[in-house]
């Protein structure tokens, strides 16, 4: 069992720069690969980013890359998104998410979610 939160969503203006993390709960935290979704009013939830449950590798949705930025510290149970030069169209709730699978980008393929962080990009 994982439990997830999320923090450091608000409210940044256009090209301004957030940093999310998100902390976990469970003794089997270092065996999941972990991702961060976003979803935005009207939108499905779209994958994002995810990182290797060793923390070597990360993969990305194509239009995330440059821009967007995963690591993961598993000393602290603790995953983080690295936002950088954000838009107005990055507006939306930010999720992560630990999957026992391995490189998945499908939301069905993760087993444990946050409760989210809004994240509000003005122009």
């Known amino acids: 069992q994982v439990h997830l939160v999320e923090s450091g969503g608000g409210l940044v203006q256009a090209g301004g720069s957030l940093r999310l993390s998100c902390a976990a709960s469970g003794r089997t935290f270092s065996s999941y690969d972990l991702g961060w979704f976003r979803q935005a009013p009207g939108k499905e939830r779209e994958f994002v980013v995810g990182?290797?449950?060793?923390?070597?590798?990360?993969y990305y949705a194509d239009t995330m890359k440059g821009r967007f930025t995963i690591s993961r510290d598993n000393a602290k149970n603790t995953v983080y998104l690295q936002m950088n030069s954000l838009k107005p169209e990055d507006t939306a709730v930010y999720y992560c998410?630990?999957?026992?699978?391995?490189?998945?980008?499908?939301?069905?393929?993760?087993?444990?979610w946050g409760q989210g962080t809004q994240v509000t990009v003005s122009s």
């Open positions: 998410a630990a999957s026992s699978r391995v490189r998945r980008t499908v939301r069905t393929a993760y087993d444990y």
């Open positions: 990182i290797t449950w060793t923390g070597d590798s990360t």
